[in-house]
């Protein structure tokens, strides 16, 4: 199991309220969602990938990209080659100067070293509205009443409760950019 994205105290400091009790699982539930809306890795690791190369160039996945370890030549069969001389001058785009290859094998870092604090509060955003909904095994009620408190659950909220709602998904698209990766291996499967 990864590690959440936020703890209770960044919930905390953004001035999220979540019950003691479950602060550590809502927080966990929060972060699977953001990752798996994501479709990338969001914390650093290191992956290698299996990339097309066009008039010279390779547009890396899963920014930022943190390094560039190594780019081998992926021949016609599929199989990986030798080393291929390559140009990386940071951000997502890497040079292959040999005209003749024309997919690689790129070994590389990429995600987040320290997590934008904007992906954080929405973390800790997420967690706090799972905290407000029906527990699971009530049912998705719409309505419920507790002595003269009634509770009314938006259709969207019950529709999301396994998902983020679209506003969650603007905040993570604006903290991440748009997802895309095509992961070959991972070195440790954050």
Same mark, same amino acid.
């Given at each position: ?15 999220? @309220? ?15 969602? %953001? ?13 290698? %990938? ?23 030549e ?5 199989? =990986? +080659?030798? =080393? ?16 003749? %290859? ?8 990429h ?6 604090? +904007? ?6 955003q997420?967690?706090?509205r ?8 009530e ?13 009314t659950?938006?259709? @969207? ?25 095509? %992961?070959?291996?991972?070195?440790? +499967?954050?």
């Open positions: 199991m990864l590690p959440s994205l936020a703890t209770p105290a960044d919930a905390v400091s953004y001035g999220y @309220e979540l019950p003691a009790a479950r602060s550590d699982g809502l927080l966990a539930r929060a972060s699977a969602r %953001v990752r798996r809306a994501a479709g990338r890795a969001i914390t650093a690791q290191t992956s290698e %990938v299996r990339l097309p190369v066009s008039r010279g160039m390779v547009r890396l996945p899963g920014a930022p990209i943190v390094a560039v370890y190594g780019v081998r992926v021949d016609e069969q599929g199989q =990986q +080659g030798d =080393q291929v001389a390559w140009v990386w001058s940071g951000g997502e785009k890497l040079a292959v100067p040999d005209h003749l %290859v024309h997919q690689v094998d790129v070994t590389m870092r995600g987040f070293e320290v997590l934008p604090d +904007g992906l954080v509060e929405l973390v800790c997420v967690a706090f799972l905290s407000q909904q029906p527990a699971q095994g049912g998705m009620l719409r309505t419920a009443s507790l002595d003269d408190a009634s509770f659950y938006a259709s @969207e909220q019950i529709a999301a409760a396994g998902d983020l709602m679209p506003g969650e998904r603007t905040a993570l698209e604006s903290a991440l950019g748009t997802p895309s990766t095509w %992961v070959v291996r991972s070195g440790d +499967g954050s």
